[in-house]
């Protein structure tokens, strides 16, 4: 058996939304931390990002799922449809103390078929683009990169990769 056969991963509810954005910001404060983003410097880091934004994403065409151990949630992740066809995948996020046991991949993994599924053509994600390790690791995963852009409030570039289905 392999790790993955012990984690599942759910569409989550409106509900379980408080439970998943913790699960979020604790992800990312590891980032935050890396690259030394407060809420002074970085008020828009994920690592910060409050339940009524993740409130706000919540409509047609957004879809979160939590990656589960038993009734535990230590991973998740969401798919937005841009337009087309094009999902927009955000908040990648394992727990710290569950990485490296290639939960991250079965997420992405998951979100190709997902996309598959629903006849989209193409997953796109914005990442730093000085995080290396995470811009080799969707490489790895099948992510091309394709571009960066700079966004107002945000103190770093962002790095543009996609994966098409
Ligand atoms: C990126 C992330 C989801 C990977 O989760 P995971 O379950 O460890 O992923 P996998 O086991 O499939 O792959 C592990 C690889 O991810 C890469 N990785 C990317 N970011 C990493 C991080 N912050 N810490 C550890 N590994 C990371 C490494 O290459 C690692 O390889 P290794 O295990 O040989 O060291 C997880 O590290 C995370 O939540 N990071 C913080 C949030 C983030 O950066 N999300 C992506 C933003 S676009």
Redesign the pocket.
Known sequence: MKIHDLAEIHPMTAEQLPEYANVIRR??A??AKDFGFTRENCPGHTSFITDEKLKDKIKDGYYPFGLYLGSEIIGFVSLVHINNGVYEMNE???LPE????????MMLEFCKEKVRELNGVKII?G?IEDNT??K??YAANGFVHIGKKNFAGLPFTVGLMEWEA
């Open positions: 992800s990312f590891t980032v990648v996020s394992v569950w990485r490296h046991y290639g939960y991250g991949k994600i990442i390790t995470v080799n690791w």
